[in-house]
């Protein structure tokens, strides 16, 4: 069978254990008493535990809830026991490092390892590839060697639902291995301690380097900043900080009110300066005509006016209280353009004031602008060093916070651990426990021999079985030839002289398979050839020619393998004249013989031609076959293999059949399968293929009980057909 590319059903798992059974067998004894010998040689363990409670220290002045949890952490404790740093503590402990060779076969020895470790130098040695004990002694001290082991031996094994771990030491001696166990625990304990001061050491001289640097930072930056205060006179910075901008933005609301003055006024004197000389135009200017004293003189005006209209009707124009009051108009109207002229320089006089104090306010206003910026920028450069003053101080106090808390932190215990219960002197060896052992290396062995059976099962590409045989290369077998015992006689008159036998069964078998290959009836001319040689084609060939004589066809058995040519050997036939001195232009008159028995007639190949190849395609070779399917019922050939020369494939086209013969165990299908292809190259009819020399006792063949069973002539032992 194939393993992994068809469906494997249980049965066809016991059939291969069944098939290699004496595999299985030998495996299994042979690993067993190993076993037993293993269980029965190694020298007895004992085993010193020490429990300890171990638990994460908490400090809950510096750590929160959160940074407690640790999933690493038992782990990672678990490690730090079974660690060389541990392995050397102990050694110095116990004073190993002094006498370490009364102890050291005590801590090595025994065990399965140890025994193993045993055999295994034994084996080196034996090679002669045993280390050199002395040049490793050299390299490396033999305390250091004891510590590693010892460490290789600590077995660590946490208590489930608990903080509690156990450590365990197994040793021959087993006072030595409570002595381990207990030591183990107290070194585990120093060295956790150790590495928290260690550890706390380092980091405070590193802390303290560091803080002296970040304190001269920070005294630089201060000394940097006072400096610049002081040259800046940043003390006042706060007040200026606060009215600058005040004075900033009334200076501005009074520079636009002067400026929009100061433009008013401008156009007002502009308008009038253009009609100073035009009384009556400037008259109606608003701000002329407003003017107090101008409306008097219009007040006055108009009563004159109206004094002259009413002297008019008494006076005549020379009346002298007439011409006084003419006279007096005049003068009034006089002063009133002078008045106006007075009232167009008062406006200029009041622009010329605006304009000078915009001009002032805006002087002002550009001071203070300029301080503004300046001081921004002052304010700017101190936040700077204000804050690297201030970096600068958290950092050292950081520091210096650390330091402390290293300080009162140093003489804790990272990790809490109690020795809750110390190891004892056992009292019994619990290794090796031997029912155990015997137990599991019965069942490795068992698994051992089965599992190597279906690895040379997976390995075999061999032909074995007809069932496997048509699923992988897709053919009919034909028949199955059970394995022949060379001591019955030779396997070609098997069948002619034992037809009662199981042997002569397979083969009549053959014959029937044969006559029902085709539905109108056996082919008149079959071609028996093989992948390659020694597969048992010329005893197939002879047997089934004899079996179908046995059924009254007259059966014609030609010799057509002309480089090996074998059937006038098991005939006992003259070979001076056969098949290849026919066709190289004989008459043919000796090349017919009589067979055996009845209904048999032989063609020998007759002498070894140096053209082979050629003379089986010539014509006459196939008017000879033409020529002779009249007179005979079945023509059987025997031709060389196929995958040797290219005899067969030439023959092939001239018969009607042909029966491709491998030999169980020895043919691989890679050349079954090569085989049927160079067939089907030729177009040549192949009937099917038929498994020679099967070994039906130790096969999984399913006919095993039956064909070994029946028949007169039982077939017991065989060799090969």
Known sequence: MQIGTQDVHLRDYLRIINKRRVLVASVFLGGFLLVILAAFSMTPQYKGSTRLLIEKAANADFQDESSRFDPYFYSTQYELIQSDAVGRRVVRMLGLDSEPASLHDAAISGGLGGWVTSVMKLVKNGFGMGDDESSSAKIEPQSEILARQISAGIEVSPSRKSRIAEINYF????????????????????????????????????????????????????????????????????????????????????????????????????????????????????????DPSLQMLRSQILQAEQLILDLSNKFGPKHPTMKKAVSDLASLKNKKKLEIKRIIASIGNEYELARNKEESLQAQFNQTQGEAMNLNQKVVQYAALKRDVDANRQLYDALMLKIKEQSLTQDTQPVNVWIVEKATVPTFAVKPNKKKFLLGGFVGCLFLGIALAFFIEYLDNTVKSPEETERRLGISVLGVISLWAQEQGEVENAVSESPRSAFAENYKALRAAVQLSKPEGAPKSILITSPGPSAGKTTTAVNLATALAQSEKKVLLIDADLRKPRVHKVFSKSNKHGLSSYLSGGDGKQLLQKGPIENLTLITAGPIPPNPSELLSSKRMAQMIEDLSANYDVIICDSPPLMSVSDARVLSNLFEGTILVVRAHLTPFDLARKAIKSLADVNAPL??????????????????????????????ESVES
Do not use: C, H
């Open 687 to 716: 009937l099917g293929m038929v498994i020679n020399a099967i070994e039906l006792k130790k096969s999984d063949y399913y006919y095993n009980d039956y064909y070994t069973s029946y028949g007169d002539e039982p077939e017991e």
């Open 171 to 290: 040793s021959t001696d087993p006072e030595f291995a409570a002595q381990v166990a207990n030591s183990v625990a107290q070194a585990y304990i120093e060295e956790t301690l150790e590495m928290k001061l260690n550890f706390t050491r380092i980091t405070i001289d590193w802390m303290t380097r560091k803080a002296e640097e970040e304190g001269a930072k920070l005294e630089v930056a201060e000394n940097r900043l006072q400096q610049y205060m002081v040259e800046n006179n940043i003390l006042t910075l706060g007040d200026r900080m606060t009215v600058t901008p005040e004075q900033l933005s009334q200076l501005s609301s009074d520079l636009l009110q002067t400026e929009s003055r100061r433009r008013e006024l401008e156009a007002l004197y502009a308008k009038a300066s253009s009609v100073i000389n035009q009384p009556e135009l400037a008259e109606a200017l608003p701000a002329v005509a407003n």
